[in-house]
């Protein structure tokens, strides 16, 4: 069986590299991007299995990207994983109903930084059916 490719976006490298270390341990073969211009092209070259974004980067921001992905019938049907550190950052804490009311669409599961590791590894086997 084929392993299973996770894109992974995030221009913060630090975050970038603690993800990526807990889903290769699951087997996974990350493909990294480190802003949300490069994450759409990486998601149409690649048509991974999940894709998982931070929301705020250069370029194009997680929930552009995320809009954008969803409209282009090439990743529409990829799950995604949002990950964002806003509340930290600002006090505002979203949810997952609140950026589908944001948004129109819901991502299949929002994560707060920081990362529980326990929970992103829970989150990516529920979504790539493992």
């Not at 490719?5 to 889903?23: G, K, N, P, Y």
């Not at 949300?36 to 092209?41: D, V």
């Not at 998601?43 to 705020?56: C, G, K, N, S």
Request: glycine content about 10%; proline content about 5%; overall charge negative.
């Amino acid at each position: 069986m084929a392993r299973k490719v996770i894109l992974v976006v995030d221009d913060d490298q630090d975050a970038l590299e603690f993800v990526t270390a807990i889903l290769e341990e699951e087997g996974t073969e990350i493909v990294p991007a480190r802003d949300g211009e490069a994450g759409l092209k990486a998601a149409r070259a690649w048509r991974p299995d999940l894709i998982i974004l931070d929301v705020q980067m250069p370029k194009k921001d997680g929930f552009t990207l995320f809009s954008e992905l969803r409209q282009d019938d090439a990743t529409k049907g990829i799950p995604v994983i949002m990950l964002t550190g806003i509340g930290k950052r600002t006090g505002v804490r979203f949810t997952r109903s609140a950026v589908g009311d944001l948004l129109g669409e819901e991502p299949d599961a929002y994560i707060e930084k920081p990362v529980d590791p326990d929970a992103l590894r829970s989150a990516a086997r529920r979504l790539l059916g493992g």
